[in-house]
């Protein structure tokens, strides 16, 4: 029997050191323009899940549940685990599970609106924070 | 794996009692310690796949296992150094069952960038 998957993150939260990631993921909201650039940054527990293997659900089951609404049953808690995940495969995972389709499936526009840098290119000083563009050169 | 099948648990001393269904449906089901300054950073957490630096002072959480709707309770603080009193809002467009937008606020009701942005989330699990 499979377990829950919030079973699998508690044991997980148990066993697993967490594992800060060297990437963060820069995306703009085309249905928002005027919102400066969102940072994603993968949550070193979950990273933890991911590289591990046999925790996490496969990204489609979450897909699917978002085709459902609130309080229909869903099943991404109860599908079969997924094996280990590279540190990347792991990074493209997050991109299609937390970031809306609209962003990294379907806009067709000129301008790059998501970008995978290393964490060392995202400056520390938040001073014109709510300025912050991704650069199109 | 090993499973203790109770209905209730019982103080042998007072008598007092709780139902087991207060363990399984009260314990916060996500949560979270991060430093809301600089590049932001999660010091731990459970069941947050992702934190997005959504701009000054906002940030959004992400679940990895998703509530069953958007009816959970949030409870939250919010600090830096030199300011007392900060609480957590909740943004435009949120909660969702998937995700929690969460603002940062000072006793003045102004968003600053915290040090220290803990919240957690009790409710039901999908």
Known sequence: MIKHLFERLVDAKEHLQPIQSKYRVLFEDPNDPDSPVKILVP????????LAGNILPPVEAYHEDATKSDDEPKIHPYVEPIGPMTEEEAIEYLIMKDIPPRIWRDYKGNRTILKIVPVNLISSDRTFRNAWTISQE | ??????????????????????????????????????????????????????????????????????????????????????????????????????????SAGSGFDPTQFHIQVKGILA
Request: hydrophobic residues 40%; proline residues 3%; charged residues 10%.
């Open chain 2, 1 to 106: 794996m090993s499973r203790i099948v109770i209905d209730s648990l019982q103080s042998q001393t007072t008598g007092s009692f709780a139902d087991a269904i207060y363990l399984t449906k009260g314990v916060s089901k996500s949560w979270i310690n991060m430093n809301g300054t600089g590049t932001i950073a999660t010091r731990d957490s459970m069941n947050v796949s992702s934190t997005v630096d959504v701009g000054v002072a906002l940030f959004q959480l992400n679940f990895t296992n998703t509530f069953i709707s958007e009816n959970y309770a949030v409870s939250g603080i919010t600090s830096s150094p030199g300011l007392t009193n900060g609480y957590v809002s909740i943004s435009a467009g949120s909660p969702q069952s998937t995700l929690l937008g969460v603002g940062s606020v000072s």
């Open chain 1, 43 to 50: 949550d070193p527990n979950w990273l933890a899940c991911a």
